[in-house]
């Protein structure tokens, strides 16, 4: 009897010790599967055509591009739009590759190089630059994240995105008739404290070199509204907005800035997962400015598009998004209606990249 109380003391005692360390796991390891059921239509697909306005493929000068033209058709991804063409002889050289094999599938952007920025001779030479390009062939120009945060001048100073020693080459962009892509800032949550109302704490803990004090280098307000500024200067001139400005969390602001800035886009690389978990507020908001919205993904990875087409096209619910350090945010489609599917895909972009070949989208 004795041997049978100490071993049945012993099995509850290890049972307790296995709850014990069942329970044992770090936050970024948790990731519960919803059990809910709900009808899903994955769209491997998109419906229509679409423009890729904001990509990235810096080999584009010596790679193979057969494959990547496999991947896309797959996606039924029409044109590509590299921005990460820089400027000079690796420009013409990516152009040159393209031409050569595909000539109708890409778009090579050019880019600015920002050292020596206060020299006498800077924003001459700049513009004489990106006369250059485009006369090679690049059908826009992008603009990096680094101006407005690491990018100083020749005295060591951060160069404002309102600079006015910049003011000639957005100018020409509008002489030229060429979009500016640009990108500004990042998400707010990154300079906000990290604490437990962050809703990026998770990603933040993961990827500690995204976090930024208040101030660093500047506040997020002011770097926004350099860029703001920027635009509203040079009203000729058409710009890109990526990633939503950063708004794609607060569509009503956003609706105001376009309002004021019609001069202004804006993609949604990078923001679907704002996009899908507020899906009543962002159908209105795709139909109200359904002429001023463009299909960006930023990465290329050919795997997550379809997150893009199923938040734009389905009214599936609950599904979730592909990068879990984002937040544990649950999609929802949009369910929008063709004619603002086919501007968002397309249209618009051939708006702003003329020259296309129109047969590419007649499917």
């Given at each position: 009897m ?9 099995i ?7 709850q ?5 796991m ?6 519960p ?12 697909k998109?419906?229509y055509?679409f ?6 493929q810096?080999?584009?000068a ?7 033209i ?5 996606l ?17 050289n990516m ?7 595909y ?5 090579i ?14 924003s ?12 090679s062939?690049?059908k826009?120009?992008?603009?990096y994240?680094s ?10 100073n ?7 020693r ?5 100018a ?14 990042d998400?707010?949550?990154?300079w ?6 962050n809703?990026r ?10 976090k930024r004090?208040?101030?660093n280098?500047?506040?997020w ?21 990526a ?5 794609a ?8 800035l ?7 886009y804006?993609?949604?690389g ?26 960006g ?13 199923r ?13 879990k350090?984002h937040?544990?945010?649950?999609m929802?489609g ?5 004619e603002?599917l086919?501007?968002?895909y ?9 020259g296309?070949?129109?047969n590419?989208?007649e499917?």
């Amino acid at each position: 009897m004795t041997n049978f109380k100490t071993c049945l003391v012993a099995i509850v005692f290890l049972n307790v010790i296995f709850q014990s360390c069942a329970q044992e796991m770090s936050f970024e390891e948790y990731n519960p599967k919803s059990t809910l059921v709900v009808p899903e239509n994955i769209v491997e697909k998109a419906k229509y055509p679409f423009i890729d306005i904001h990509s990235h493929q810096f080999q584009m000068a010596t790679q193979d591009l057969s494959q990547l033209i496999n991947a896309m058709d797959t996606l039924n991804l029409a044109v590509m739009v590299n921005l990460s063409g820089g400027s000079g002889e690796g420009l013409k050289n990516m152009l040159a590759n393209v031409n050569q094999h595909y000539p109708n599938r890409f778009v090579i952007f050019a880019n600015v190089d920002f050292k020596g920025v206060g020299s006498p001779d800077w924003s001459d030479n700049a513009v004489k630059q990106l006369e250059e390009d485009v006369k090679s062939g690049a059908k826009g120009l992008k603009i990096y994240k680094s101006l407005g945060l690491r990018n100083k001048d020749i005295n060591g100073n951060r160069i404002a995105i309102d600079d006015p020693r910049l003011d000639p080459i957005w100018a020409k962009c509008g002489e030229l008739n060429i979009p500016v892509l640009i990108h500004a800032a990042d998400p707010k949550s990154f300079w906000d404290p990290m604490d437990s109302t962050n809703e990026r704490w998770l990603e933040l803990k993961t990827r500690p070199r995204r976090k930024r004090s208040a101030d660093n280098p500047a506040p997020w307000e002011q770097i926004i509204n350099e860029q703001h500024n920027m635009i509203r200067k040079h009203p000729e001139t058409e710009f890109i907005n990526a990633h939503m400005g950063w708004y794609a969390n607060n569509l009503q602001r956003l609706s105001e800035l376009l309002e004021q800035m019609p001069n202004m886009y804006v993609g949604i690389g990078a923001v679907i997962a704002e996009l899908g978990r507020q899906p009543r507020n962002a159908r209105k908001f795709f139909i109200t400015y359904q002429d001023r919205i463009l299909f960006g993904k930023d990465s290329w990875q050919p795997s997550e598009f379809p997150t893009y087409f199923r938040v734009l096209e389905t009214d599936d619910e609950y599904f979730p998004y592909y990068k879990k350090y984002h937040a544990f945010w649950a999609m929802y489609g949009l369910d929008l209606p063709d004619e603002v599917l086919r501007k968002v895909y397309y249209k618009n972009a051939l708006k702003l990249l003329p020259g296309l070949d129109p047969n590419l989208f007649e499917n």
